[in-house]
């Protein structure tokens, strides 16, 4: 069974850089093979899907709120998906969740529908 580890949260100041890494195990598969998203919800609110890269890397999409200042990677060596994120801002701050699904199609909005999730790192963007 998919095994997913989020990593790389923290307290950073506004306009400052974190890059957040998901690293996976326990499956015959690589991530490769798996569609991952990049979630995140805030105290109150709603989870809300922010990023997605497709199995093979051939789609990547991002919400309107973080585009150009987010991009999401693979490295298919590590067996990991990153999200570098830039430019924080303090409506970023929220606990971020990747998640993972052989027959998820990356498409907007990005919903919750994949099978693998992690527990979550916090990102907290504060002075």
């Known amino acids: 069974q998919l095994q997913l580890v989020e990593s790389g949260g923290g307290l950073v100041q506004p306009g400052g850089s974190l890059r957040l890494s998901c690293a996976a195990s326990?499956?015959?598969?690589?991530?490769?093979?798996?569609?991952v998203g990049w979630f995140r919800q805030a105290p109150g609110k709603e989870r809300e899907g922010v990023s997605c890269i497709s199995s093979r890397g051939g789609t990547k999409i991002h919400i309107d709120s973080v585009k150009g200042r987010f991009s999401i990677s693979r490295d298919s060596a590590k067996n990991t998906v990153y999200l570098q994120m830039n430019s924080l801002k303090p409506e970023d701050t929220a606990v971020y969740y990747c998640?993972?699904?052989?027959?998820?199609?990356?498409?907007?909005?990005?919903?919750?529908?994949?099978?693998?999730w992690g527990e979550g790192t916090p990102v907290i963007v504060s002075s």
């Open positions: 326990g499956s015959s598969l690589t991530l490769d093979y798996y569609s």
């Open positions: 998640a993972a699904d052989l027959y998820y199609l990356c498409s907007t909005p990005i919903n919750t529908d994949l099978t693998y």
